[in-house]
């Protein structure tokens, strides 16, 4: 056996090593190919479904979701606001069908102030008729004049007040709210004292060096002493009866609750205004990222028939060396 081998030349011997080296070559760049072409073949066809996807969706289809203010929100509301101006009343004669919406809402809503909440009303309290509580918590004249101008939505402020009715009516039933008008109907008022800064007028004599009322004014030192009127300031304590700190009267409660409906309920269709934006806008940046997907998969498939074009090359050569082999 050792004399076979020997009589093989080294050149012979240096070739079938080159030979076997070279089909191992082969072999390993046959596998890269067919793994990377496949790995590609795979990315394209996922870029082709992921940007149909993207392109197909419209951002019209993402609409605003209706938001609401459940009534057991209500009676969390802190302080409110202070009462402003009445306002001027002002509707058009095409406004009937709003304006009769707007009596009958007053109307109801009132109705609901006078059984739930003028109960609990103090004596020293002043009662709201129909007109002063609709200039004080409705302001319908000004809802009427701002639809006349064009600026406000009929519907959706219909849909707010019927809403805020049938919330502030459950809410007023809550323990919560009952205990807070009772606390409020049996406070008992203490005497409180406190310091109040008045001012008095007294006189006093002084020099005026412009006066010429005596004589000789003219001499050294020049002008004449004359009296003052001046104003005073003291400090005076001042005893009254009041209730304790903290109380909320009926009329607070009712407005810090209707105020507080009308703060959430912005606040939650701000955020769902914004919600909205954002997904409209994340569509649209999703479809431009689609149409660059569907660019980005045809460089793929060109680049995965560069590859197989080397492939056949490499399998036409492979394929050349089996038929010289057999001749």
């Known amino acids: 056996m050792s004399d076979i081998v020997e009589a093989i030349p080294p050149a012979s011997r240096f070739a079938t090593t080159l030979d076997r080296i070279e089909r191992l070559y082969l072999l390993l760049l046959r596998t890269a190919i067919l793994v990377i072409a496949t790995g590609v073949l795979i990315w394209a066809a996922w870029l082709a479904v992921s940007a149909t996807v993207r392109i197909m969706r419209s951002p019209e289809s993402v609409v605003e979701q209706p ?23 002002n509707d058009g004669p095409s406004l009937k069908a709003e304006r009769q919406f707007y009596s009958r809402f007053v109307d109801q809503y009132h109705s609901l102030y006078q059984t739930r909440f003028e109960p609990f009303r103090r004596a020293e309290d002043k009662r709201l008729n129909r007109d002063e509580f609709d200039d004080n918590f409705v302001k319908s004249g000004e809802r009427l004049a701002a639809l006349a101008r064009g600026d406000g939505d009929f519907a959706k402020d219909r849909a707010d ?59 050294a030192p020049i002008g004449c002493a004359v009296t003052r009127q001046v104003s005073v300031p003291y400090t005076q304590t001042v005893t ?13 409660i009712f407005r810090g609750m209707q105020d507080r409906y009308f703060t959430l309920l912005t606040e939650r269709r701000e955020r769902e205004a914004a919600s909205v934006t954002a997904k409209r806008a994340d569509i649209a940046e999703g479809q431009s990222i689609g149409w660059g997907s569907l660019h980005l998969m045809l460089y793929v498939l060109a680049g995965f ?23």
């Open 305 to 327: 028939l560069i590859l197989m074009f080397f492939f056949l090359l490499i399998a036409i050569e492979r394929h050349q060396r089996r038929v010289n082999a057999r001749v």
């Open 240 to 252: 009254s009866m009041a209730l304790p700190d903290g109380l909320l009267s009926h009329t607070q």
């Open 67 to 89: 938001v609401s203010v459940a009534a057991s929100e209500l009676p969390s509301a802190i302080a409110p606001e202070a009462v402003k101006a009445a306002a001027k009343r």
């Open 161 to 219: 007040l019927e809403e805020l009715l049938q919330a502030m009516t459950q809410a007023s039933t809550l323990p919560e709210t009952m205990a807070r008008l009772k606390q409020y109907k049996e406070a008992v008022k203490k005497p409180v004292r406190r310091q109040v800064e008045r001012f008095r007028i007294e006189s006093r004599r002084g020099w005026d060096s412009l006066s010429t009322n005596c004589e000789s004014w003219y001499e």
